[in-house]
C-alpha cells in the first residue's frame, strides 16, 4: 500500500524560504523508474507541477520557479524534501507530492498514481 | 513547454447524461503520455485515465479516453452523482510534465 504525507511550515513570511517534506511508504525510491513530484494548487485555482526527482537523482524542474526550487531525496529515511526560496503571497497554495512510476516496463515516464492529502502554505507577514 | 488547453470551463450536466472534456496540447504529446485527474473538493486530485487511453485501477469503465497527437477526450458515459467535480489533463512525455486548468463538471 503505498502512502505519502506532506509536512512543513502551515505559514511563511515573505522572502523567507520555504521546507517541505514528503515521507512516503509502500515503495523505494531506489526503484528504477520511480519518481516522486510536487504539485501545487492556489486556493480555487489549477494546479501546477513544480517538481520531480527520479530513482537515479535525475532532477526536473519547472522552468518559471527553476531559480527558487531545490528537490532532494533521502532513500534511507524514505523522504523527499522541496525547497522554495523568496516566497511570496502569491506562493500560498496546497502543496501536494505524489508518486509516479513507468506503468510498463516499455514506458519511459508515467502519470501521478498516489498522492499525499497536501498541505496548505499560507504566505504573509 | 507543452500547454494544455481545456475545454468547456465549465460543463452542466445531469445524472444519466454524457459528458465529453477536452483536452487541447500546444504541440504534439510524446507516445500518449496523457492522463486524467478527477477532483473533489478538499481532496487530492485521484488518477482516472493514463495513457491517454487507459483506466487506473478501480475506475469504473463509464470513464474513457482517447485520443493522440494534440487532441485528447475524456468521456463519461452515464453520470453519476459522485462524477461531479473538477477534471484536469496532464501530459508526462516532456518535461515539465504540465496540466491543464481545469473543466468542472456540476450538476445541472
Known amino acids: 500500500q503505498i502512502t505519502l504525507k ?23 525510491l531506489s ?5 516522486v513530484g510536487w504539485i501545487r494548487q492556489p486556493p480555487g485555482k489549477a494546479l ?14 519547472s522552468p518559471s520557479l527553476k531559480s527558487r526550487l531545490t528537490i532532494t531525496k533521502d ?29 510498463y516496463y516499455y514506458d519511459s515516464s508515467g502519470p501521478f498514481d498516489y498522492w499525499g492529502q497536501g498541505t496548505l502554505v499560507t504566505v504573509s507577514s | 513547454e507543452i500547454v494544455l488547453t481545456q475545454s468547456p470551463g465549465t460543463l452542466s450536466l445531469s445524472p444519466g447524461e454524457r459528458a465529453t472534456l477536452s483536452c487541447r496540447a500546444s504541440q504534439s504529446v510524446s507516445s500518449s ?23 487506473a485501477t478501480g475506475i469504473p469503465d463509464r470513464f474513457s479516453g482517447s ?14 452523482p459522485e462524477d461531479f467535480g473538477v477534471y484536469y489533463c496532464q501530459q508526462y512525455g516532456s518535461s515539465p510534465y504540465t496540466f491543464g486548468q481545469g473543466t468542472k463538471l456540476e450538476i445541472k
Open chain 1, 6 to 28: 506532506e509536512s512543513g511550515p502551515t505559514l511563511v513570511k515573505p522572502t523567507q524560504t520555504l521546507t517541505l517534506t514528503c515521507t512516503f511508504s509502500g515503495f523505494s
Open chain 1, 31 to 35: 526503484t528504477s523508474g520511480v519518481g
Open chain 1, 48 to 61: 501546477e507541477w513544480l517538481a520531480l526527482i527520479y530513482w537515479d537523482d535525475d532532477k526536473r524542474y
Open chain 1, 75 to 103: 532513500t534511507s529515511k524514505n523522504q523527499v524534501v522541496l525547497t522554495m526560496t523568496n516566497m511570496d503571497p502569491v506562493d500560498t497554495a496546497t502543496y501536494y507530492c505524489a508518486h509516479t512510476e513507468p506503468p
Open chain 2, 33 to 55: 503520455y496523457l492522463a486524467w485527474y478527477q477532483q473533489k473538493p478538499g481532496q487530492a486530485p485521484r488518477l482516472l485515465i493514463y495513457g491517454a487511453s487507459s483506466r
Open chain 2, 67 to 80: 485520443g493522440s497527437g494534440t487532441d485528447f477526450t475524456l468521456t463519461i458515459s452515464r453520470l453519476e
